[in-house]
């Protein structure tokens, strides 16, 4: 539980960035936390990168194909 508000509170970030640059940043500071994480929190530091990589995909997406 304690996690939870954690990881909605991180999710709300993720969804604000719109500069891919600035996930990717992020993405790498989460990923080098997660190896120093509790075995507990694992499961939400995995999340929230799945989430993070999903929302990477979508601003690519959108940057690349977006312009007119």
Known sequence: P???????QTLKQI?????????EQMI?????AAGQTPAEM???????LKRAGERLEALSATTEGGSK
């Open 42 to 48: 694992k499961p939400a530091i995995e999340l929230i």
């Open 15 to 23: 969804e604000a960035v719109n500069d891919p640059a600035q996930l």
């Open 28 to 32: 790498g500071q989460m990923q080098q």
């Open 2 to 8: 304690p996690a939870q508000g954690m990881v909605r």
